[in-house]
């Protein structure tokens, strides 16, 4: 069983930057792959940014460009790096750790992430 917990959410004004962490507790870190995912009000959960065991990461394109996301397999921690925010990012950002053989996965709370002037 893996525990995760997010952190680093809040208010911040358009234009502003966000850092949001995710510490891992319960397993093998370095062999799930980690994503971020948001939900905002009145809409479906989607993927945000997500990053393999291997490193390798893929963004969703409404957050390119602006958005980074990278883990630190020695912290058992997954980052998200948030730029140029914009008030359509208002969501509650999820962490999920996700394994293969068996498939596992597992998500954290979620933090409420605010854009706002």
């Known amino acids: 069983q893996v525990q995760l917990v997010e952190s680093g959410g809040g208010l911040v004004q358009p234009g502003g930057s966000l850092r949001l962490s995710c510490a891992a507790s319960?397993?093998?870190?370095?062999?799930?792959?980690m994503g971020w995912y948001r939900q905002a009000p009145g809409n479906e959960r989607e993927l945000v940014a997500a990053?393999?065991?291997?490193?390798?990461?893929n963004y969703a394109d409404s957050v390119k460009g602006r958005f980074t996301i990278s883990r630190d397999n020695a912290k058992n921690t997954v980052y998200l790096q948030m730029n140029s925010l914009k008030p359509e990012d208002t969501a509650v950002y999820y962490c999920k750790a996700e394994r293969t053989l068996p498939h596992r996965y597992y998500w954290g709370q979620g933090t409420q992430v605010t854009v706002s002037s």
């Open positions: 319960g397993g093998i870190f370095s062999i799930y792959a």
């Open positions: 990053i393999t065991s291997g490193g390798s990461t």
